[in-house]
């Protein structure tokens, strides 16, 4: 089982990474996590591994921590929930409000989710509640090799900072103004670092507008 590789960044794009690895190719499919812990190409970069085997099928998934391949695996033993939409769930929504809504039913947030109606929401709220109840998070490195992480203790243990009415309006605002959920909520997290804990919705709406990323 290949669950870790470092190497070479030969190229990035798409949600599809190229790792030179001693002189081997490996070709992976990424979260948007992986992707913003990578460094420029021609540059060393680092990701947990999944290797997906079904039939002739084999294909590797990178993840940007011990702990988001685990969700992923957990994805995978979940009914209805393949590879390609368990990437697009950990793509779309930061990890520890993913937890945070499943613990405690937030269907709203969940709904967020590109491709997540409210049965499928209520599904998965149901389904995961009691597997992801006990997970613990560590922030992802960013390219400076710091952690990515914020504020106080979120679910899990990672830290996010608390999702103020501010913030939640905030992120809903940007949604509503094409970003998605996961772009919107790490712009809103950047835009309160900058602001303070006073901040207006109008304020985190207008600062982060400029960080999304």
């Not at 921590?65 to 930061?94: D, H, K, M, Y």
């Not at 900072?161 to 939640?168: A, D, H, L, V, W």
């Amino acid at each position: 089982m290949i669950e870790y590789l470092r190497g070479t960044v030969i190229s990035l794009s798409g949600g599809r990474v190229v790792l030179d690895v001693n002189g081997v190719g490996y070709g992976l499919e990424i979260t948007a996590a992986a992707a913003t812990s990578l460094p420029e190409i021609g540059q060393t970069g680092e990701l947990h591994v999944f290797l997906y085997v079904q039939e002739a099928v084999l294909r590797l998934y990178g993840f940007a921590s011990r702990q988001e391949r685990e969700v992923f695996e957990i994805f995978l033993n979940t009914s209805g929930i393949g590879p390609r939409t368990a990437v697009a769930i950990l793509s779309n929504i930061e990890m520890p409000t993913f937890v945070r809504a499943i613990l405690q039913g937030d269907l709203k947030t969940l709904t967020r989710i590109p491709g997540i109606g409210k049965k499928t929401a209520e599904r998965l709220s149901l389904e995961l509640k009691d597997k992801l109840k006990d997970m613990v998070f560590e922030a992802p490195r960013s390219t400076d090799g710091q952690s990515g992480a914020d504020g106080e203790p979120g679910a899990g243990g990672y830290a996010t900072g608390p999702m103020t009415n501010e913030k939640s309006e905030a992120v809903e605002a940007l949604i509503a103004l094409g970003c998605k959920p996961i772009t919107a909520e790490r712009a809103v997290r950047t835009a309160s670092d900058i602001l303070g804990a006073e901040a207006t919705t109008a304020e985190l709406v207008r600062e982060g507008l400029k960080h999304r990323r």
